[in-house]
């Protein structure tokens, strides 16, 4: 419910977007419904926060990844269960090669509602938050919002 199964090849085409991004040394592990990624590597977990284009530690190894994503904190700080449970209820199910995505991105100010969610394919969705995220790196978002409104 929470997770999604991308093939490794559309894991590696999705993150090549994510260039900019330090990666290198770090092994996909596990992906969430919402195409954010948990990474081993250098002797940590970390996941990768699409939103925010940043990888934070986790914690140090797989098993404990399972303690934190079975605590309701973790679920909740990682997996954002009550909109997959909304969107699941509202007869969004994800096919396999799709994941969750929000019509506008919580980084151009866009709501983390049921409202502002859509079903994107995995590798549309991980490429295009990528490089999204190089122009914000590259422009202030006042500028890349302006130049949505004209």
Known sequence: MYWINPQATD??????????LDLDGYTPLAV???ADVFFEGHG?????????GELHPVCANQQELK????????????????????AQERGMQLNPGF???????????GPVTIEN?????????LQQTGELLAQL??????????????
């Open 11 to 20: 894991i590696q085409q999705a993150l090549q977007a994510w260039d900019w």
């Open 99 to 109: 994941c969750y995505d929000f019509l506008t991105s919580p980084r151009l100010n």
């Open 44 to 52: 940590h977990v970390v996941f990768l926060d699409r939103v925010g």
């Open 117 to 125: 969610l859509c079903i994107r394919g995995f590798v549309e969705s």
């Open 32 to 34: 969430t419904a919402f």
């Open 137 to 150: 790196r590259r422009q202030p978002l006042s500028s890349l919002l302006s130049m949505l409104e004209s």
């Open 67 to 86: 303690l934190v994503l079975e605590s309701e904190e973790g679920q909740d700080h990682y997996l954002m269960p009550s909109l997959v449970e909304q």
